[in-house]
């Protein structure tokens, strides 16, 4: 059974502050990894891709992943009130000539302005 | 609108009726995912299939519920005889292989 774990919050941070999101994941031979972001109410939103051992970054966003370790993470710098959501750590996980996103429980995020 | 369309947004359904998703994805995406979001719960696969052909449906309940994509029109999620553990957000989501996948709006189920 592949799991994927992350912190279950809630995370409160002030407006501007950085927030930073962290996820596992058991699945050793993954190579693809995903945030979304899911507004209550709302369907999941793709943010963040990230591929290759490093940090990846895109605007205000910055995916982290460390293969060896199994840990992606993601930091929302000048966070904004806009940002309030949970966070959903995605790993695709491929196997028997299938795929399928794997998600954690996600993380939810309060930005207070 | 070239997302991922789902419909209906909400659907109420009696217990022992039968509930039809319908999800159409997104032009030239091939590969098409069901996810079951329960209250307070995760993301949790159900089905995955391409055109006329289900790929991997691991996630599916055993009985009464099936999913197809037929050559023509959209994927149907169909759930027969729902029951009230049934209430939940179906989300459909679409990719081409090994890119990342994007979700539709869903559907919110409610039993009565």
């Known amino acids: 059974q592949k799991e994927v774990e992350q912190n279950s919050g809630p995370l409160s941070v002030p407006e501007g502050a950085i927030a930073s999101l962290n996820c596992t994941y058991s699945d050793r031979v993954s190579q693809s990894f995903f945030w979304y972001r899911q507004y209550s109410g709302k369907s999941p939103e793709l943010i963040m891709s990230i591929y290759s051992n490093g940090d990846k970054e895109d605007g205000r966003f910055t995916a982290q992943l460390n293969k060896a370790s199994q840990y992606v993470s993601l930091l929302i710098r000048d966070s904004q009130p806009s940002d309030s959501a949970t966070y959903l750590c995605?790993?695709?996980?491929?196997?028997?000539?299938?795929?399928?996103?794997?998600f954690g429980k996600g993380t939810k995020l309060t930005v207070n302005p | 609108n070239a997302g991922v369309m789902q419909n209906p947004r909400h659907l109420v359904r009696r217990r022992g009726q039968e509930a039809r998703l319908r999800c159409s994805p997104m032009?030239?995406?091939?590969?098409v995912y069901w996810y079951r979001q329960l209250p307070e719960e995760g993301l949790k696969f159900m089905v995955y299939?391409?055109?006329?052909?289900?790929?991997?449906e691991s996630g599916m309940p055993k009985e009464r519920f099936s999913a197809e994509f037929p050559k023509e029109g959209p994927s149907i999620l169909r759930i027969q005889q729902v029951v009230r553990g049934d209430s939940a957000a179906y989300f459909c989501a679409s990719s081409t292989f090994s890119r990342p996948q994007h979700f539709g709006d869903g559907t919110r189920l409610s039993i009565l």
């Open positions: 299939l391409q055109k006329e052909n289900i790929i991997d």
């Open positions: 032009k030239g995406h091939s590969h």
């Open positions: 995605a790993v695709n996980v491929e196997e028997g000539g299938s795929e399928k996103l794997v």
